[in-house]
T-cell receptor
Framework: GNSVTQMEGPVTLSEEAFLTINCTYTATGYPSLFWYVQYPGEGLQLLLKATKADDKGSNKGFEATYRKETTSFHLEKGSVQVSDSAVYFCALLDGGGNKLTFGTGTQLKVEL | SQTIHQWPATLVQPVGSPLSLECTVEGTSNPNLYWYRQAAGRGLQLLFYSVGIGQISSEVPQNLSASRPQDRQFILSSKKLLLSDSGFYLC?????????????FGNGTRLTVT
């Protein structure tokens, strides 16, 4: 079956530091890949997505590249802000399915 | 524009009591609907999804059930809650037959079973 593995948190960074949150996946076929963000007390929001190999999704300074050869979709941001503190979820949607498989989430804490 | 409503926002229920959480979507027709649970310190677990009225797929065996009495209404229920049912419940939707479309989530219901 499909699965998503994320690095465990919490990840604590100082403001303006570089962020990487690792995500690898296992899936049959050609899945679409997503990053969702959950701010405290809220539901999840889509952050970015990529639908085929070598696609780069980007939004709000965050980027992730769909790497089929390494089955990875790592999230990066060059300079984090305190407002980026949240839980980040990597997810995949298989090519013919109706459901999203999520990773366990990685909590990011950004301090001044 | 499409919106999703989920209520209540918080709920405290005793063990053994029934549960009913409701989710409605506006501004779209025949959406795919989902219930997820997020337990403390854990990721999102898909509980149920529905591709149409009366069509429910269960992902995890448990004492919860789901129903879709109308096209844009999705209900999560339990006859008798367990302590382990505590968590953050999220309803979500996607457009029908759009496999690359992301999920749109409601704001969630925080359920505490005491």
């Amino acid at each position: 079956g499909n699965s998503v593995t994320q690095m465990e948190g919490p990840v604590t960074l100082s403001e303006e530091a570089f962020l990487t949150i690792n995500c690898t996946y296992t899936a049959t076929g050609y899945p679409s890949l997503f990053w969702y963000v959950q701010y405290p007390g809220e539901g999840l929001q889509l952050l970015l997505k990529a639908t085929k190999a070598d696609d780069k999704g980007s939004n709000k300074g965050f980027e992730a590249t769909y790497r089929k050869e390494t089955t990875s979709f790592h999230l990066e941001k060059g300079s984090v802000q305190v407002s980026d503190s949240a839980v980040y979820f990597c997810a995949l949607l298989d090519g013919g399915g109706n459901k999203l498989t999520f990773g366990t989430g990685t909590q990011l804490k950004v301090e001044l | 524009s499409q919106t999703i409503h989920q209520w209540p926002a918080t709920l405290v229920q005793p063990v053994g009591s029934p549960l009913s959480l409701e989710c409605t979507v506006e501004g779209t027709s025949n959406p795919n609907l989902y219930w997820y649970r997020q337990a403390a310190g854990r990721g999102l677990q898909l509980l149920f999804y529905s591709v149409g009225i009366g069509q429910i797929s269960s992902e995890v065996p448990q004492n919860l059930s789901a129903s879709r009495p109308q096209d844009r209404q999705f209900i999560l229920s339990s006859k008798k809650l367990l302590l382990s049912d505590s968590g953050f419940y999220l309803c979500a939707w996607t457009p029908d037959r759009t496999y690359n479309s992301p999920l749109h989530f409601g704001n969630g219901t925080r359920l505490t079973v005491t």
